[in-house]
T-cell receptor, first 112, second 113 residues
């Protein structure tokens, strides 16, 4: 039981490049989330999903896209990377009304 | 507006000393309240949660938190801090019918021997 797994752990991108952060879970959670964490800013919600085929924007969705074709996978796509997207990204799955969210270990992205 | 405020960005304590981390919230519905801990290089882990009932709740690793409705607060406490408690702590708020939690900006705890 791996929980929530994110890949890659580290990535350096050039401005204008695109990439996908992968997130997969084996806990059968309907709810999944993508957050970014910047120093002193806490966690900002990018996108979330309440089940396969359903996604919605969070606080900071600009520059990102997501899809949820299966319960297990919730990839985050960055199109035309910008330095402002340099951050640590966390994927989480869980049940929000119990507060029990399970986080991946994070993906550190640097855009140069 | 719904929000969570953690007024202390950084706290330093000596090992063995007591600890209190502050959390204030603003939320329209009856809140569910949570504390998460993030060890360096890791994701967040749930420490404890409050839904209703006894306003003093116990969590993992010897932590406890007290809900005070009149002060809109949910402060985290530990009687004696260990060096391994050095981490970042996040307060969060939700509700029974919410799709997502609102997180505070975090408090970084440093522990000196």
């Amino acid at each position: 039981n791996a929980g929530v797994t994110q890949t890659p752990k580290f990535r350096i991108l050039k401005i204008g490049q695109s990439m996908t952060l992968q997130c997969t879970q084996d806990m059968n959670h309907n709810y999944m989330y993508w957050y970014r964490q910047d120093p002193g800013m806490g966690l900002k919600l990018i996108y979330y999903s309440v089940g396969a085929g359903i996604t919605d924007k969070g606080e900071v969705p600009n520059g990102y896209n997501v899809s949820r074709s299966t319960t297990e996978d919730f990839p985050l796509r960055l199109e035309l990377a910008a330095p402002s997207q340099t951050s640590v990204y966390f994927c989480a799955g869980g049940t929000p009304n119990t507060g029990e969210l399970f986080f991946g270990e994070g993906s550190r992205l640097t855009v140069l | 507006a719904q929000s969570v405020t953690q007024p202390d960005i950084h706290i330093t304590v000596s090992e063995g000393a007591s600890l209190e981390l502050r959390c204030n919230y603003s939320y329209g519905a009856t809140p569910y309240l949570f504390w998460y801990v993030q060890s360096p290089g890791q994701g967040l882990q749930l420490l404890l949660k409050y839904f209703s009932g006894d306003t003093l709740v116990q969590g993992i690793k010897g932590f406890e938190a007290e809900f005070k409705r009149s002060q809109s607060s949910f402060n985290l406490r530990k009687p004696s801090v260990h060096w391994s408690d050095a981490a970042e702590y996040f307060c969060a708020v939700g509700a029974y019918n919410t799709d997502k939690l609102i997180f505070g900006t975090g408090t970084r705890l440093q522990v000196f021997p």
